[in-house]
């Protein structure tokens, strides 16, 4: 998030007195119900039955080539300091890399998964911790998606099974706040240009049907151009 806010400022050395922008605000999901993971801001939402709350964290993702799959799904268990079984496919990749892994990694400090494992209706995949934290945040996994580990301890011990969990990837959000129309627009998972506004209009006009407001083109524009996951005001 930060990188994407502040295109141009060196990530590992920014020169002293270098201004940052900090993305300290976002545009909920549309869909507001259970789990939600939008894969486009690295981010997951959890919105808890029966309350007014909604709690974020950010999270890891398949790498190109293991993409994390956009479906719909549901918890089906969880698991405390959890046994990876390596996947054969897994075993397989760094065997050609000249490593050989065990069929079973048992849990502690060198597991993979971390301390906490939610099970997933989709084979294959889980919502995990990890051993290597540097990872939240960009495309690393097999296709898990991973969490910090004092994230992933905290959902665990309250996301109940059965809860639903909507994978997406929704790079423009579009939302209201105090009666001004924001616009929040993240950069493409395949770091494609928006070629044109078809995207960021048709999620704009889906949220002005029936108002009267004038919106700001150009600066509409402006943010589509930049993808900095920043929200802004678009109406005038």
């Given at each position: ?60 993702i398949g790498r190109i080539g293991w ?170």
């Open positions: 998030e930060l990188v994407a806010a502040n295109s141009g400022l060196d990530p590992w050395i920014p020169k002293p007195g270098s201004q940052v922008t900090l993305p300290a605000q976002t545009i909920l999901p549309e869909h507001r119900s259970g789990v939600v993971i939008n894969l486009a801001e690295y981010r997951l939402y959890y919105f808890p039955p029966m309350t007014n709350k909604v709690i974020t964290y950010p999270v890891g993409d994390t799959p956009v479906t719909k799904t549901r918890v089906t268990g969880k698991n405390k300091d959890p046994w990876w079984r390596v996947p054969q496919s897994v075993r397989q990749e760094h065997r050609k890399q000249g490593r050989e892994l065990p069929e079973m990694v048992r849990p502690g400090k060198d597991n993979p998964l971390g301390g906490y494992a939610i099970n997933l209706g989709l084979p294959g995949y889980l919502l995990h911790g990890t051993n290597k934290g540097f990872g939240i945040g960009t495309r690393v996994s097999h296709g898990c998606i991973r969490l910090r580990n004092t994230d992933i301890e905290a959902l665990y011990q309250q996301l109940p099974e059965g809860t639903e969990v909507s994978i997406m990837n929704q790079p423009v959000k579009v939302g209201w706040h105090q009666g001004k129309l924001m616009l929040e627009v993240h950069p493409a998972l395949e770091k494609q240009e928006f070629n044109s506004l078809t995207p960021v209009t048709a999620a704009i006009v889906k949220h002005i049907q029936n108002t009267e407001i004038d919106i700001d083109w150009d600066k509409v524009l402006s943010i589509a151009r930049k993808q900095q996951g920043i929200v802004q005001q678009i109406s005038k």
